[in-house]
């Protein structure tokens, strides 16, 4: 039985410790691979640490086998997140089962909130219509509608991994996979909560710690193998928004407002905002601060800046959904215990399964492998913002991560 895990491990800390071995548990799973966020994460930000220290640290805690999540979703809204996540799952052809955490923990709830999402009665849409005419952002909107319909709290429905796992379940729904979904209930700390409870925090407590180099308290959330890894690079990381400011202030001045507009996430004359916020303010965080607007919550700003930044236009995107949203699945690193898990996946993946960078341009089509080329190009940009002196194409020179 193998299980598929859905993360970012950003960083790897005892919670996702807790969710990995109650997974195992509750599916009796003989292996488990999890899908990650590569370098630059959902939020709109790049990863506190890079995704090979990551990898490592999820290896060495018990995930048998880590493939990465393309960068154009997985610095993309929930539902694309989701959509690529689960899809690229289903297309190992090994995967059983997912079990992904929730504030909810009620699977026949997040499943029925599924269902009004999957077939968008005429109901919903109208709902959904008006709550976005009164100027809420697209999540909250959503929830609003679902909520004039089951008449759950909105809050219930509007919160970080209830959002993704209704997600989930949807775009499962959607392919019409046999693979079972299941649920753990989130515990000990909410998404967002600076607050440690019985060696439990959230990732952003944990990144807090790690800014603030507060390493006696990171120890008490974080596994020590995992800490361990962290501590090594830490003259290196971590990394923040913050640290692409120059860059993404000289690409404000270089790129015309058409060209702006051709982005991913540029809408609605964010453009305009964005170009009036940084003449006022150099820092990212303060030109988001200066732009922000009932309709446009943070991490939506930051994934349009981060989307600006790496140059993920809207024409490639549509060409990645016309053509499935799966493109391939690259191997970050596995267990050696597990390798025949490895050579299950190679021999049973609908999609490409790419081991080594440098025979990736022979095994995809133009249009994948220009997916995976951003990739590349993604990784040059987190460690040019880091300040490390690495060659162009860094990712050729490096293996999977074996432990």
């Known amino acids: 039985m193998v299980l598929g895990l859905i993360t970012e491990y950003n960083p790897f800390h005892n919670g996702h410790l807790y969710h990995l071995n109650k997974s195992k548990s509750i599916t009796k799973a003989d292996y488990t691979i999890a899908i990650m966020s590569g370098n630059f994460v959902q939020r709109g930000e790049p990863a506190i640490f890079d995704k090979y220290i990551r990898t490592k640290a999820a290896l060495l805690?018990?995930?048998?086998?880590?493939?990465?999540?393309?960068?154009?979703?997985?610095?993309?809204?929930?539902?694309?997140?989701?959509?690529?996540s689960v899809k690229t799952l289903a297309k190992t052809n090994i995967?059983?089962?997912?079990?992904?955490?929730?504030?909810?923990?009620?699977?026949?709830?997040?499943?029925?909130?599924?269902?009004?999402?999957h077939y968008e009665s005429a109901e919903f849409k109208g709902s959904l219509r008006n709550a976005l005419s009164e100027g809420n952002s697209f999540p909250k909107s959503i929830s609003i509608a679902v909520n004039s319909i089951i008449g759950n709290n909105i809050e219930t429905i509007n919160t970080p991994n209830n959002i993704l796992a209704v997600e989930y379940l949807k775009n499962l729904k959607k392919i019409n996979s046999k693979i079972e979904m299941l649920t753990i209930k989130r515990f000990k700390s909410h998404y967002n909560s600076n607050l440690v409870n019985s060696g439990f925090a959230s990732a952003s407590a944990a990144r807090n710690m790690i800014k603030n180099k507060n390493y006696s308290e990171l120890s008490e959330i974080i596994p020590s193998n995992a800490l361990e890894i962290f501590l090594e690079k830490e003259n290196f990381f971590p990394n923040n928004l913050d640290n692409f400011s120059m860059i993404f202030n000289y690409l404000l001045r270089q790129k015309s407002k058409n060209e702006l507009k051709e982005i991913l996430d540029i809408s609605e004359g964010l453009e305009n905002r964005l170009i009036s916020a940084a003449e006022k303010n150099f820092l990212i965080s303060d030109i988001i601060k200066e732009s922000k607007t009932k309709r446009y919550t943070y991490t939506k700003l930051q994934r349009a800046i981060l989307h600006i930044i790496l140059d993920i236009k809207k024409k490639d995107f549509n060409r990645?959904?016309?053509?499935?949203?799966?493109?391939?699945?690259?191997?970050?690193?596995?267990?050696?215990?597990?390798?025949?898990?490895?050579?299950?996946?190679c021999k049973n993946s609908e999609i490409p399964v790419i081991t080594n960078l440098k025979n990736a341009e022979n095994i995809l089509d133009k249009h994948d492998f220009l997916c995976l080329k951003k990739e590349i190009d993604s990784t040059d940009l987190y460690y040019l913002a880091l300040k490390r002196p690495l060659r162009k194409n860094f990712e050729y020179s490096m293996p999977m991560i074996i432990v």
Request: contains cysteine; charged residues 25%; negative net charge.
């Open 61 to 84: 805690n018990g995930v048998d086998l880590v493939i990465e999540l393309p960068i154009y979703y997985a610095t993309s809204s929930a539902e694309y997140f989701a959509k690529c």
């Open 95 to 117: 995967i059983d089962k997912i079990v992904f955490g929730s504030e909810s923990g009620n699977i026949d709830f997040l499943n029925k909130v599924a269902d009004i999402l």
């Open 320 to 345: 990645l959904e016309i053509n499935g949203a799966a493109p391939y699945i690259r191997v970050l690193g596995f267990r050696k215990s597990s390798e025949k898990l490895l050579r299950e996946l």
